[in-house]
């Protein structure tokens, strides 16, 4: 069973970059696939970007071109580098793990019933 654990929020001004980290804790990530979910005040969670077990990346259309999801060469560690943050960026971002030696496709890498492991979330939050 893997724990992600997140890291790397905090407080940016409009047009900044930000780079988020989940750590496996005491596992890695080479069985799983992962993403970065987020949630803002008042909004329903959504998928931001996914990086399946085979290598394949899917973003969300508001984060395409600013937000590059990757992992360490040891699948300890997820990264989200996020460019040229945006006021409506702002949202508890959250890491989660999928299950053991699933792929998942374009249509399910987003959609949070795919994942079964959840950190407790970082906050981001940009101003202008």
């Known amino acids: 069973q893997v724990r992600p654990v997140e890291s790397g929020g905090g407080s940016v001004q409009s047009g900044e970059s930000l780079r988020l980290s989940c750590s496996a804790s005491?596992?890695?990530?080479?069985?799983?696939?992962m993403a970065w979910f987020r949630q803002a005040p008042g909004k329903e969670r959504e998928g931001v970007a996914a990086l399946d077990i085979d290598g394949s990346t899917t973003y969300a259309d508001s984060v395409k071109e600013r937000f590059v999801v990757s992992q360490d060469i040891a699948k300890t560690t997820l990264f989200l580098q996020m460019n040229g943050l945006k006021l409506e960026d702002t949202a508890i971002y959250y890491c989660a793990a999928g299950r053991p030696n699933q792929s998942l496709n374009r249509f399910q890498a987003l959609d949070a019933e795919w994942y079964n492991y959840w950190g407790q979330g970082t906050q981001v939050t940009v101003s202008s």
């Open positions: 005491s596992s890695t990530f080479s069985l799983y696939s």
